[in-house]
């Protein structure tokens, strides 16, 4: 009997089949894997719910924004201009409402499975892989679905806030000598900026994502998940 023969008479009958990894042997990339689906999954459940709050309460939580003094002609027309702007946000808010509530509530289903995934990936349960990667590949969808919202709505934000921002410079001159500086650009220059930053962003998370979903699809199924178990 050779060397080799004796050494496979003490191995487990099962170590022939192609079983995932035993406990004490789980790949390190399966463990980062499991602990981003975990962070990821805590962090958009929080951003759920406050998604959920913000489109529900954006048409109120202006509401006294406007509730200044106006004893001169300056303070009449400071005021007028910011109720102008709340309406015209309060608007827009009505219109995406919808839209921001429903991906919000997409959201807490997503980051629900991931973070479920994450979890019972720590624990090397036998359904991880199927969590996460169902998790991931809805967070890939999720994105494409939140990611041009938000931008066509900070778009759209952008005009509102800089005809707000020169309507209070032209009144804080008085009329008088015209400012070195315009808000009213600046601030469009800004909302153009922040946009760019979301896009690069969501751009990095598609890629997580992408990236763990293929690296998940490429494991080999458990017992427990496999079509003939």
Do not use: H
């Not at 991880?128 to 967070?139: D, K, P, V």
């Not at 759209?156 to 806030?161: F, T």
């Amino acid at each position: 009997m050779s060397s080799e023969d004796a050494f496979n008479e003490y191995q487990s009958p099962m170590a022939a089949e192609p079983v995932a990894a035993p406990p004490g042997q789980v790949s390190i990339w399966f463990k980062l894997i499991a602990v981003f689906c975990m962070v990821m999954g805590g962090i958009g459940l929080l951003r759920g719910l406050k998604g959920i709050a913000d489109a529900t309460l954006a048409t109120q939580a202006m509401g006294n924004m406007a509730g200044m003094p106006a004893n001169t002609p300056q303070e009449k027309e400071l005021k007028k201009t910011m109720e102008d702007y709340q309406e015209q946000i309060l608007t827009l808010n009505r219109q995406f409402m919808p839209f921001n509530l429903t991906v919000a509530l997409f959201q807490l289903v997503v980051s629900a499975v991931l973070l479920t995934g994450g979890i019972m990936g720590i624990s090397r349960s036998r359904k991880a892989r199927t969590f996460m990667l169902w998790g991931c590949l809805a967070a890939i969808l999720f994105e494409f679905c939140r990611s041009p919202l938000r931008m066509i709505q900070m778009l759209q934000m952008a005009p509102i806030q800089a005809e707000m921002m020169e309507k209070m410079q032209e009144i804080g001159s008085g009329g008088g000598q015209q400012p070195p500086m315009d808000l009213s650009q600046l601030t469009s220059i800004g909302f153009n900026i922040i946009v760019v930053i979301m896009a690069l962003f969501a751009m990095f998370k598609l890629f997580l994502y992408i990236a763990t979903s293929v690296y998940l699809a490429r494991q080999p199924a458990s017992p427990a998940e496999s079509p003939a178990s």
